[in-house]
T-cell receptor, first 112, second 118 residues
């Protein structure tokens, strides 16, 4: 069974700090991995998509890295802001099916 | 651009009632998905469709049915609602499936439908 894990479940940091969110997956045979942001009571917004052949993707203050051999991805947020407060989820597209498997998310709070 | 539209946003059902959650997308996406999200849990796939007339089960299909008669619409039917179906339901779409290296498999989500079964 494919599993995706995100640790920690919650994280609180002061404004301006750089931070890293983690995503682990059980099978290194993946097509791609996506990072999403979810605000309370809202749907998910795609942040970054990283293909299995790529090592990282960047968008503004966000940088996602992928290490297939160790089954890990990280989402780096630079110079955090209170507006970054949300839940961040990763979703993995394994090559054994046609669905994305989601982690349980990390709830981020950036304190002004 | 509407993207993915879900209705209703909120609904309370009694045990044994039935209802349909509606999902429509205007991006001409081939793939559509229904997920449920329970507190503290990740999203679990209920059903998905790779195109009009083609649907398949996800991880947690029991108690649900789907149909896809058009590219735009992908309704989710709950038959004989049970308290275990209390959840937030998300519809999503993408141009391609997971096996894509073009970036066309980025998922676009609706705002969600919160269902309570009492």
């Amino acid at each position: 069974k494919q599993e995706v894990t995100q640790i920690p479940a919650a994280l609180s940091v002061p404004e301006g700090e750089n931070l890293v969110l983690n995503c682990s997956f059980t099978d290194s045979a993946i097509y791609n991995l996506q990072w999403f942001r979810q605000d309370p009571g809202k749907g998910l917004t795609s942040l970054l998509l990283i293909q299995s052949s790529q090592r990282e993707q960047t968008s503004g203050r966000l940088n996602a890295s992928l290490d297939k051999s160790s089954g890990r991805s990280t989402l780096y947020i630079a110079a955090s802001q209170p507006g970054d407060s949300a839940t961040y989820l990763c979703a993995v597209g394994f090559d054994t099916g046609n669905q994305f498997y989601f982690g349980t998310g990390t709830s981020l709070t950036v304190i002004p | 651009n509407a993207g993915v539209t879900q209705t209703p946003k909120f609904r309370i059902l009694k045990i044994g009632q039935s209802m349909t959650l509606q999902c429509a997308q205007d991006m001409n996406h081939n793939y559509m998905y229904w997920y449920r999200q329970d507190p503290g849990m990740g999203l679990k796939l209920i059903y998905y469709s790779v195109g009009a007339g083609i649907t398949d089960k996800g991880e947690v299909p029991n108690g649900y049915n789907v149909s896809r008669s058009t590219t735009e619409d992908f309704p989710l039917r709950l038959e004989l609602a049970a308290p275990s179906q209390t959840s937030v339901y998300f519809c999503a779409s993408s141009q391609t499936g997971t096996a894509s290296f073009s970036g066309a498999n980025v998922l676009t989500f609706g705002a969600g439908s919160r269902l309570t079964v009492l």
